[in-house]
């Protein structure tokens, strides 16, 4: 499977395994990928977070749009995204992996070490 990086500090940048830029369409599919780098998220909750000024359902167009956005550009990284009923995430091992290399998780607080 293919590795993703994500750098938030400073402005937004993802990069793959490949040394190919991860590119998204809108900051908002940006700061999606960031926000479910740490956890899965209700569907409603991610479309009022990002989109509350629109109405309900056109909040969820946009929701839906940015994930297919997301799905397209981290295709190598497949199944990157996990959508479970009303919910979505990145997969375990990605989330995982990027909260270590974000800093927000050690990998030895797992191992008892």
């Known amino acids: 499977m293919a590795r993703l990086t994500l750098t938030l500090l400073g402005g937004f940048s993802g990069r793959l395994d490949s040394g190919l830029p991860l590119i998204l369409p809108t900051r908002k599919s940006q700061g999606l990928l960031a926000f479910l780098a740490g956890v899965t998220h209700p569907r409603d909750k991610l479309a009022a977070l990002l989109w509350g000024e629109m109405p309900r359902r056109d909040g969820r167009a946009r929701l ?41 998780e050690h990998p030895s607080l797992h191992r008892g070490g």
């Open 64 to 104: 839906r749009q940015a994930v297919f956005a997301i799905r397209r550009a981290l295709a190598d990284v497949s199944p990157a995204l996990v959508l479970e009923g009303d919910t979505v995430a990145l997969d375990r091992e990605t989330a995982a992996k990027l909260r270590r290399e974000m800093g927000l």
